[in-house]
């Protein structure tokens, strides 16, 4: 890439974040686009001052995981050329840019999985099923990731994928999962559970709930080869099991005593384990010879 092309971010329809209705860039492919606001910083004899962040400029950045500092996904990207005005290191401000091309795949941009993120997959929306041997070995086996990790699961998929790409790309994902299917996850177990459990240990089920999401959310970057917090392999992903749970449709949830499957639209309850409790062999050996 030339020293004076860098990436710019957009809305999905090609209109810049700042308005909604300033600059379309998409439109503008090919050709030239000016700031449309007056110049108000400082002027001496020797050199005008811009302030960067400020309507005084455009912005791009040569990182594109560095223009989610006012941006974020769902977005569209641009390949665009100029002579930057003002720059921190990362952010960089233009009075004028030409707008190159329009960059189509974005996870290969980002370095993420860009279209995934935009539309999660949603594991109530796979069809309601019944757990088999293999999907019992993978809740077991998330359930010891989980306490080797003692409470800092969230804290881990967090502080990995800001020391990565960045808070801002970190904030843009995680409000994408969220708003689209860690709410919906969260209110259609409650639905699903809340008589079952009490009061005291409903903390402990909306925990367990939370880092199905944060370990969904950390899938989504692929490229992380080391997390924070956990003893693993390097290049694998210590929480993959939930993952492997969660694209097969099933929701681990944990009341302090007893693990259950949730699967289906209504999160229904399709299979318990009691690993703390005097009958959970049991009521594993009950549950196993429903398979």
Known sequence: MKKNQYYKLARPDGWDFYSGKTINYRESIGKRV????RF???TSKEKQTFILCSADVLHACLNPNDCFVGAKIPCSAYLIEGKSVIDDGKKFGFRELKVIREIKDLDKLFGFKYMEAIDPIHPFRLGKKQPTKEDIRLLKYWASVRDSVKGFL???V????GDSVGDSVWDS???????SVGDSVWDSVWHSVWNSV???VRNSVGDSLSNSVWAYIGSLFPNIKKWRYIIHKEGEYPFQSAIDLWKRGFIASFDGKLWRLHSG???KVVYEWGPYTRKSKLEEKKNANRI
Not at 34 to 37: D, E, M, S
Not at 173 to 179: A, G, L
């Open 198 to 200: 009490g009061n005291s």
């Open 34 to 37: 000016k700031c449309p606001t």
């Open 173 to 179: 994902v995680r409000d994408s999962v969220w708003k």
């Open 154 to 156: 969230g804290n881990s």
């Open 40 to 42: 108000s910083g400082t």
């Open 158 to 161: 967090w502080d990995s994928v």
């Open 265 to 267: 639209r209504n999160a």
